[in-house]
């Protein structure tokens, strides 16, 4: 398991420097279908669950932040309606609870600028 720790922690840094975000979450996806499969046809169960935290962890806990602050990261997503790779995002993120902490971080930001711009708008009426 550690051949695949090592394996994804260098797709990781590679997706994460040359890839858009919504390019690196598909990447991601297509990665956890790849072993989850993987692991249907070659492994014990006890063994998928350990191997699968391990890709997750490698792939988005390890680069969440990044990714979500990437210019075409969370904010740009909701700002341009993009609801196919926000669909992704949550998909990829939902695998470990704590990841969306970052998606919430980054709509509380969007949700204040959002208001701060209607109350100065009212305040020019």
């Known amino acids: 398991m550690s051949a695949s720790k090592e394996e ?5 840094q ?20 790849h072993e989850e499969d ?7 169960p006890e063994t998928k669950n350990k191997l ?24 740009h997503m909701i700002t341009e309606g993009k609801l196919d790779e926000l669909k992704l995002l949550y998909k990829c993120f939902c695998r470990e609870e704590t990841n969306l902490g970052q998606i919430i971080f980054c709509l509380k930001d969007y949700i204040e600028e959002q208001g701060k711009k209607v109350v100065e708008d009212k305040q020019l009426c």
């Open 52 to 75: 699968m935290k391990r890709v997750e962890n490698e792939l988005i806990s390890s680069h969440n932040k990044a990714i979500v602050d990437k210019p075409t990261g969370c904010k």
């Open 14 to 33: 590679k997706w994460i420097s040359s890839c858009s975000a919504p390019e690196y979450l598909g990447l991601a996806d297509k990665a956890f279908s």
């Open 38 to 44: 993987y692991c249907q046809n070659m492994l014990q």
């Open 8 to 12: 994804y922690n260098k797709k990781a």
